[in-house]
Structures are given as structure tokens and as C-alpha cells.
T-cell receptor, first 110, second 113 residues
């Protein structure tokens, strides 16, 4: 069964600290993996996209990694800001559809 | 100002009532999608359309209907047959194919009175 699992479900950190979110998937065949940021009550916005051959992709303070052998991805946020408070969703593209994770809810406190 | 818009932001439905959610895009995308988001669950695909005048059921199409008469517009009707309609509804568009990045609208929250 195609699945995308994210951990932790929720995370609280202090402003300025780093954090790492995890995504494990069992989607086959694999086409690409995306991380989206979703602010409360808003639509998701794409942060990064990685194909099978890519193992690191950065977008400002966001760095995503992909290990296609172990089917794991991580999203590292450096020097967190209050505006990073959001849900982060891992999305894996299979042969003809997208499989969405349930997301990690990140809260950054001052 | 390019993008994808949804209206209304909030919508209330009474028992036995059909309601229609609007989705418009000016990105010239061929494909459009409707998702439902519930707490603690990943987004679930309701319907999608790869081209004008054609659409396919997603994973949870029962109780919903769509139309695609124009490239820019993909309205979703939540019918009275949908017994648990309370959710956050997201519309998205892309150039087509699961390999392409989907761009999401701001969402519509539907509540049942």
C-alpha cells in the first residue's frame, strides 16, 4: 500500500533554534518528493521538490534531503523564525497520483 | 496578479442543501484538482480534470460533483448525499501529470448548520 508517514506529529521549538522533520514513504514507483508549508487556514505552498537522483535541495533556511534507498526524506529548518510556525506536508508522487502525508505541526515560540 | 482563487472563504450548509465552491485560476494550467482536508489526515483527492470538458473521480468522489466548462474554472458542488461535508476544501492546479507541482488556492471551510 502506498503510504507517506511523517514524524513527529507536532513540534515546539524556540525562535532561533534548528529542527528536523522526517518523512518515510512506501510509494512505488517513485517519481519525486515535495515538501509543502501550510499556514493555518491557508493552502499549501511548495518549498522543495526532489527527484530520485537528488539527495539535497535547499530553499533559503529550508534544506530537504532524500535517501531513495531507505525511502526517507527530511526537512531541516535553520535558525527558526516565528513565521515558520505552520504545518509541513511531505508529498510523494507515484506513477499517476500524489500521496500526502498527514503533516508535522511546527510551533515556534519567542 | 497570477494565482488561484477560491470563494467563499467560509460556507455554511443546511441539511439537504447543495452548495457550490468556486475555484478559478489564471495560471493557464491545464489540470485542476479538488482535495478535502480533515484534521489528522492527509489531503484526499475528490475530483480532478486534465482538460476542459473532462474530469475523473478521485478517491472520495461520492457525494460530490464537478464541471469543467472553462479552462480557468473548476467548481465543486457538495450535494446532500455527502453525509459528512464539514472539512477544509482545497483547489489546486498544475500543468498536468503527477510529476508537476500543484499550486493551491487559499481554501474554503465548509460547516454544516
Amino acid at each position: 500500500k502506498n503510504q507517506v508517514e511523517q514524524s513527529p506529529q507536532s513540534l515546539i521549538i524556540l525562535e532561533g533554534k534548528n529542527c528536523t522533520l522526517q518523512c518515510n514513504y512506501t510509494v512505488s514507483p517513485f517519481s519525486n518528493l515535495r515538501w509543502y508549508k501550510q499556514d493555518t487556514g491557508r493552502g499549501p505552498v511548495s518549498l522543495t521538490i526532489m527527484t530520485f537522483s537528488e539527495n539535497t535541495k535547499s530553499n533559503g533556511r529550508y534544506t530537504a534531503t532524500l535517501d531513495a534507498d531507505t525511502k526517507q526524506s527530511s526537512l531541516h529548518i535553520t535558525a527558526s523564525q516565528l513565521s515558520d510556525s505552520a504545518s509541513y506536508i511531505c508529498v510523494v508522487s507515484g506513477s499517476d497520483k500524489l500521496i500526502f502525508g498527514t503533516g508535522t505541526r511546527l510551533q515556534v515560540f519567542p | 496578479d497570477g494565482g488561484i482563487t477560491q470563494s467563499p472563504k467560509y460556507l455554511f450548509r443546511k441539511e439537504g442543501q447543495n452548495v457550490t465552491l468556486s475555484c478559478e485560476q489564471n495560471l493557464n494550467h491545464d489540470a485542476m484538482y479538488w482535495y478535502r482536508q480533515d484534521p489528522g489526515q492527509g489531503l484526499r483527492l475528490i475530483y480532478y480534470s486534465q482538460i476542459v470538458n473532462d474530469f475523473q473521480k478521485g478517491d472520495i468522489a461520492e457525494g460530490y460533483s464537478v464541471s469543467r466548462e472553462k479552462k480557468e474554472s473548476f467548481p465543486l458542488t457538495v450535494t446532500s448525499a455527502q453525509k459528512n461535508p464539514t472539512a477544509f476544501y482545497l483547489c489546486a492546479s498544475s500543468w498536468g501529470g503527477s510529476q508537476e507541482t500543484q499550486y493551491f488556492g487559499p481554501g474554503t471551510r465548509l460547516l454544516v448548520l
